[in-house]
């Protein structure tokens, strides 16, 4: 069956990096494109960046984290990694990768558990 | 960037009443649109895709209309399991994006 399995949870304090680990299972990992989705407490939804992660891993990122974010894979270990540096107190969120099924149409049809990254003095 | 705007923010309804909520997009995003279901400490699930499709195991009483800016996600006959937060999402182009959220309440 399908899985995307996320890293524990992280707590960083203002300025360092976090990484976040998204590991694939149960289908053919460069066949599908993976996304970064965050969710601040109590708040909405919001789409980070995209990676195909078939030939050169090309990635897409939300212009309001371009500078900061870095998706990356290893289609050797079906897994793919969200790098977020320079992070704030407004970074404190759930973090969700998220396949996206596509033929004629996109949707996510399965997400990650989720990854708490805590941001914290 | 599409901005999404969902109406309304909120909306609390009876067991059995009909539903509708509202999806704005600010240019034309052809029918790309998809709502998605979340309930408190849990993954968003998808419901609907392509504007009006509905996803495989989702109950008959969701359906997904509209094209172009304006679309609507309705509940036919509204259950307790039922109360969740619903978004919409474009994936008309990048980056793609979430609609603020219609949080629904059992009466």
């Known amino acids: 069956q399908v899985q995307l399995v996320q890293s524990g949870a992280e707590v960083k304090k203002p300025g360092a990096s976090v990484k976040v680990s998204c590991k694939a299972s149960?289908?053919?990992?460069?066949?599908?494109?993976i996304h970064w989705v965050r969710q601040a407490p109590g708040q909405g939804l919001e789409w980070m960046g995209v990676?195909?992660?078939?030939?050169?891993?090309?990635?897409t990122y939300a212009q309001k984290f371009q500078g900061r974010l870095t998706v990356t894979r290893d289609t050797s270990a079906s897994t793919v990694y969200m790098e977020l540096t320079s992070v704030t107190f407004e970074d404190t969120a759930m973090y969700y990768c998220?396949?996206?099924?596509?033929?004629?149409?996109?949707?996510?049809?399965?997400w990650g558990q989720g990854t708490l990254v805590s941001v914290s003095s | 960037a599409i901005q999404m705007t969902q109406s309304p923010s909120s909306l609390s309804a009876s067991v059995g009443d009909r539903v509708t909520m509202t999806c704005r997009a600010s240019?034309?995003?052809?029918?790309?649109l998809a709502w998605y279901q979340q309930k408190p400490g849990k993954a968003p699930k998808v419901l609907i895709y392509a504007t009006s499709t509905l996803h495989s195991g989702v109950p008959s009483r969701f359906s997904g209309s509209g094209s172009g800016t304006d679309f609507t996600l309705t509940i036919s006959s509204l259950q307790p399991e039922d109360s969740a937060t619903y978004y919409c999402l474009q994936d008309y182009n990048y980056p793609w994006t979430f609609g603020q959220g219609t949080k629904v309440e059992i009466k």
């Open positions: 998220a396949r996206v099924f596509s033929s004629s149409s996109y949707f996510f049809d399965y």
């Open positions: 990676i195909n992660p078939s030939g050169g891993g090309t990635t």
């Open positions: 149960g289908y053919s990992f460069t066949s599908y494109y």
């Open positions: 240019q034309g995003i052809r029918d790309d």
